[in-house]
T-cell receptor, first 114, second 109 residues
Framework: DAGITQSPRHKVTETGTPVTLRCHQT?????MYWYRQDPGHGLRLIHY???????DKGEVSDGYSVSRSKTEDFLLTLESATSSQTSVYFC?????????????FGPGTRLLVL | GQNIDQPTEMTATEGAIVQINCTYQ??????LFWYQQHAGEAPTFLSY??LDGLEEKGRFSSFLSRSKGYSYLLLKELQMKDSASYLC??????????WGAGTKLIIKP
């Protein structure tokens, strides 16, 4: 257990509304990631962070922003949700073990945009 | 472009052996990962290969051939609880993980 929680676990919202998803970790990991998972696609990286206030874009960052003001929290914001952002969102941390970095995932947030 | 290919779905019988293949074309290679994901749950780490050859971990083994851009996950003595999706991911030259779409494994009694 990598001590990762996500909130909310489920959310239904309407097109055009802002949505913020939270990822919280308790083990002081430096790297944190936000992915989305959709049927027929592999996990796709949205944004990642390599420290407090240090973030970078991933493969599918359009329409999303992130913030990391504390080591333990990584927030993902959809400024104006669209139906194409209906997905399962996973947060992950990176942990060093056996000489390599391994990613461990939070339980996920299911988001439905109507 | 970068690409990870896995079969979409496989079926096997309880107690048998199954091999799930993964081929990749990525910009650089810094290791290959296999994850298991049960329906409605998060992916969980299974194995890591960075050198050619076989890594064994109990009933699960993972093989890598870097020259062929190929890996497989071998599951022995299949149990019903092994019914899940199996995700292959490659760490590229930017140290980002590139993910396959996953293989759904169905175990029949």
């Amino acid at each position: 257990d990598a001590g990762i929680t996500q909130s909310p676990r489920h959310k239904v919202t309407e097109t055009g509304t802002p949505v913020t998803l939270r990822c919280h970790q308790t083990e002081n990991h430096r790297y944190m990631y936000w992915y989305r998972q959709d049927p027929g696609h592999g996990l796709r990286l949205i944004h990642y962070s390599y420290g407090v206030k240090d973030t970078d874009k991933g493969e599918v960052s359009d329409g999303y922003s992130v913030s990391r003001s504390k080591t333990e929290d990584f927030l993902l914001t959809l400024e104006s949700a669209t139906s194409s952002q209906t997905s399962v969102y996973f947060c992950a941390i990176s942990e060093s073990e056996g000489g390599h970095e391994t990613q461990y995932f939070g339980p996920g947030t299911r988001l439905l945009v109507l | 472009g970068q690409n990870i290919d896995q079969p979409t779905e496989m079926t096997a019988t309880e107690g048998a052996i199954v091999q799930i293949n993964c081929t990749y074309q990525t910009s650089g290679f810094n290791g290959l990962f296999w994850y298991q994901q049960h329906a409605g749950e998060a992916p969980t780490f299974l194995s890591y290969n960075v050198l050619d050859g076989l890594e064994e971990k109990g009933r699960f083994s993972s093989f890598l051939s870097r020259s062929k851009g190929y890996s497989y996950l071998l599951l022995k003595e299949l149990q019903m609880k092994d019914s899940a999706s199996y995700l292959c991911a490659v760490r590229d030259s930017n140290y980002q993980l590139i993910w396959g779409a996953g293989t759904k494994l169905i175990i029949k009694p």
